[in-house]
């Protein structure tokens, strides 16, 4: 069931003094959904997203989504910039909600995944793997592992014409083999529904990963299983379920040497 929370003046202007915003000009609410409800709030210092969580959402998983957030905007990744109150802390409470504020990003998710968004979109997530990625001395057979965004769906992926403009919603950040977070995004993005992967928009991905960040030869040998896994998570709830093993198998024979260009 969708959830909308108003918030007063008071708890508006609490939340202006708490991030040290010097005047607040105007107040939309642009969503509402099933654990949080978003405000644009527009101040002299520049537009921002409010977000009130309605359940779910603790302290500590913001912190480490901010932190994440931070290093990415620092490098010039396109997601959003988390703000901080006053006394530095990445969350406050209003309307006995728990709020997190980023800065405005422009643009909108896309109603289809064509070549070039996924050519965009796979040098956006290259680029957050090379800032994200653990730093050690890999063995030849490990996977690099590191903090991924962990819900790269279209949803949370804002483009301006065929650039990736900003990935926002970086709740679900966890610890992970970084190949995951792409065999996830194939799925998604380049996944017909027959659990194929379409070749041109599934190269494409690749092509703009890789023009950042190289797969390892182990990352390579291990893609088709999880492009099996992911292909086998996104059809297990679905009316198709039925045919999953075969679904599972072609979608694992997809991965071909052809696909890495």
């Known amino acids: 069931m969708a959830v909308f929370t108003e918030i007063s003046d008071e708890d508006r202007q609490l939340i202006t003094a708490a991030y040290g915003f010097t ?26 997203i409010v ?56 643009g909108a998710s896309p109603t289809f995944a064509n ?8 040098r956006v997530m290259a680029e957050m793997h090379t800032v994200l990625e653990r730093k050690a001395k890999w063995k030849s057979t490990d996977l690099p592992t590191g903090a991924i965004h962990g819900a790269l769906v279209q949803e949370n992926v804002f483009f301006l ?51 950042v960040r190289v797969l390892t030869d182990a990352e390579k040998k291990a893609l088709p299983g999880f492009i099996m896994a992911s292909t086998s998570k996104r059809f297990a709830s679905r009316k198709e379920r039925i045919l999953l093993p075969e679904i599972a198998v072609l979608a694992y024979r997809s991965v071909t040497p052809d696909i890495f260009g």
Not at 77 to 105: E, M, N, Q, W
């Open 23 to 48: 005047s607040l000009l105007s107040v939309i609410g642009i969503a509402d959904g099933d654990s949080e409800t978003t405000y644009l709030f527009r101040t002299r210092e520049g537009e921002f």
């Open 51 to 106: 977000t009130l969580f309605e359940n779910g959402a603790q302290p500590s998983d913001l912190e480490r989504a901010f932190e994440t957030m931070e290093a990415l905007y620092r490098h010039g990744v396109p997601c959003p910039k988390p703000l901080r109150t006053v006394d530095g802390h990445a969350t406050y409470r209003a309307a006995g909600r728990l709020v997190a504020i980023v800065s405005f990003v422009p």
């Open 115 to 122: 070549p070039a968004k996924c050519l965009s979109l796979g």
């Open 161 to 211: 014409g065929e650039e990736v403009s900003g990935v926002i919603n970086f709740r679900l950040r966890h610890e992970d083999a970084l190949v995951s977070e792409l065999a996830d995004a194939l799925v998604d993005w380049a996944g017909e529904i027959n659990g194929d992967l379409n070749k041109e928009r599934a190269r494409a991905l690749l092509q703009g990963y890789q023009g």
